[in-house]
C-alpha cells in the first residue's frame, strides 16, 4: 500500500536551516507529483511546493520562495524540503501529500524558536 514517511523535523534557532525527507513506497514514486503542506499551530493546513515527476517544475507559496527548495531523488524514491532562514511563523507540522493517491504522510514537526 502507498506509504509515505517524513523525517527531518525538530527544533531550530530563527535564521536556522532544517532538511525534511519523504520516503515513499506502494506507488511507482517518479510518475507523480509530489508535495509538502505544512498545519501551522491553530491554522488550516496549508500548501508548501510542489514538484514535478521529473523534478523538472517546482512551485512555491510566496513565504516561502528563495528561502525553501523542493527537490528529489527517483532513484530513492525520497523528496526533500531544504529550509533555509527559518522563522516563526515557518513552525508547524509538516506533511508530504500525493495528489493522484490523495495519499499524507503522519507529518512531521518543525518548531522554530529562541
Known amino acids: 500500500q502507498v506509504q509515505l514517511v517524513e523525517s527531518g523535523g525538530g527544533l531550530v534557532q530563527p535564521g536556522g536551516s532544517l532538511r525534511l525527507s519523504c520516503a515513499a513506497s506502494g506507488f511507482t514514486f517518479n510518475n507523480d507529483i509530489m508535495s509538502w503542506y505544512r498545519q501551522p499551530p491553530r491554522k488550516e493546513r496549508e500548501f508548501v511546493a510542489s514538484i514535478t515527476s521529473t523534478g523538472g517544475s517546482t512551485h512555491y507559496r510566496d513565504s516561502v520562495k528563495g528561502r525553501f527548495t523542493i527537490s528529489r531523488d527517483n532513484a530513492k524514491n525520497t523528496v526533500f524540503l531544504q529550509m533555509n532562514s527559518l522563522n516563526a511563523e515557518d513552525t508547524a507540522v509538516y506533511y508530504c501529500?500525493?495528489?493522484?493517491?490523495?495519499?499524507w504522510g503522519q507529518g512531521t514537526q518543525v518548531t522554530v524558536s529562541s
Open positions: 501529500y500525493n495528489l493522484l493517491r490523495n495519499h
